[in-house]
């Protein structure tokens, strides 16, 4: 069965630093693109972060480019997003995601594999 299990959320003020970790099992994890996204109330599930299978190809959202920093420890089965410089508006669950198929793909999220639970992010201002 596979399982990916979102943890470091939490509440933080604005300009503050939040690690996410999503520790993947039941699966190949070195042969999966994974990636970061999030729902804020109200509003659709918006795409974050990918990362390559081997952690040298990157995609991020304007909105969190040169902010937020994707990467994954294929020993320890875990993808990580540092967020740093946290914004009110970066409050959200935040989903890690896993795609056989390419950071292309998971970041159109036509056929994300499998998903976490989620972990709530929120930047008070």
């Known amino acids: 069965q596979v399982q990916l299990v979102e943890s470091g959320g939490g509440l933080v003020q604005a300009g503050g630093s939040l690690r996410l970790s999503c520790a993947a099992s039941?699966?190949?994890?070195?042969?999966?693109?994974m990636g970061w996204f999030r729902q804020a109330p109200g509003k659709e599930r918006e795409f974050v972060s990918a990362i390559s299978r081997g952690g040298g190809g990157f995609d991020y959202a304007d909105s969190v480019k040169d902010r937020f920093t994707i990467s994954r420890d294929n020993a320890k089965n875990t993808v990580y997003l540092q967020m740093n410089s946290l914004k009110p508006e970066d409050t959200a669950v935040y989903y890690c995601?896993?795609?056989?198929?390419?950071?292309?793909?998971?970041?159109?999220?036509?056929?994300?594999?499998?998903w976490g639970q989620g972990t709530q992010v929120t930047v008070s201002s």
């Open positions: 995601a896993a795609d056989f198929s390419s950071t292309r793909a998971l970041r159109a999220s036509t056929g994300i594999d499998y």
């Open positions: 039941g699966l190949a994890f070195s042969n999966y693109v």
